[in-house]
């Protein structure tokens, strides 16, 4: 784990306590909000991440298979209207959509 200068986590990893593989990280501002949240599977970005904006409010969240961003990813802005969304296939943008 580190810390911010004022004492606040910074990051957080989270191990499996069998493997040893990485299976969560979590990041934060100094303010000791979240900034984002990501999963691993054997130390490589898998499933949900998570982005948030200095307010709290969530920013983007996309999915990750093996390494690679899958699926939609969906952006915010500060005020939570969705702006934007990039469908992802293995690691590729194959479209986007502006709001």
Request: proline share 1%; charged share 30%.
């Amino acid at each position: 784990m580190r810390k911010h200068s004022n004492g606040k986590d910074h990051v957080v990893l989270f191990f499996d306590k069998e493997t040893g593989y990485l299976m969560k990280e979590e990041v934060f501002y100094s303010d000791g909000k979240l900034n984002w949240t990501g999963n691993y599977k054997r130390n490589v970005e898998h499933g949900l991440w998570q982005f948030y904006h200095p307010n709290g409010k969530l920013k983007t969240s996309e999915t990750y298979s093996n390494g690679k961003e899958n699926g939609i990813s969906v952006h915010y802005s500060e005020s939570g209207k969705k702006v934007k969304e990039e469908h992802w296939r293995n690691g590729k943008m194959v479209k986007e959509v502006q709001f």
